[in-house]
Nanobody
Framework: QVQLLESGGGLVLPGGSLTISCAAS????????MGWFRQVPGKEREYVAS????????YYADFVKGRFTISKNNAKRTLYLQMNRLSPEDTAVYYC?????????????GGPGTQVTVSL
């Protein structure tokens, strides 16, 4: 079973930058794709970005294009999200998820998330 642990969240000023991480552990970690999602209280979790684990093709939600960059380190089994030009609307708990196979378009979660707060 794969465990995911997000880290790196915090308080940042509007216009600032932050990089969050997701470390994966477990003997069978070999996903097709990894992704970042975020959630605010009272709303559904929303897709932010994803990356193919082998190959590195990346995809972004329109609201983060040009501001966020998703990356990975396969050897370290770690996923990153570099966030620039942050705004208060980016405040949320950020989760990483894994999509195990290409056949099924479904991400699995399990980590506690990391809180990102953008505020003066």
């Amino acid at each position: 079973q794969v465990q995911l642990l997000e880290s790196g969240g915090g308080l940042v000023l509007p216009g600032g930058s932050l990089t969050i991480s997701c470390a994966a552990s477990g003997r069978t970690f070999s996903p097709f794709r990894m992704g970042w999602f975020r959630q605010v209280p009272g709303k559904e979790r929303e897709y932010v970005a994803s990356i193919t684990w082998i190959g590195g093709s990346s995809y972004y939600a329109d609201f983060v294009k040009g501001r966020f960059t998703i990356s990975k380190n396969n050897a370290k089994r770690t996923l990153y999200l570099q966030m620039n030009r942050l705004s208060p609307e980016d405040t949320a708990v950020y989760y990483c998820g894994q999509r195990p196979t290409v056949e099924k378009n479904e991400f699995k979660f399990g980590g506690p998330g990391t809180q990102v707060t953008v505020s003066l």
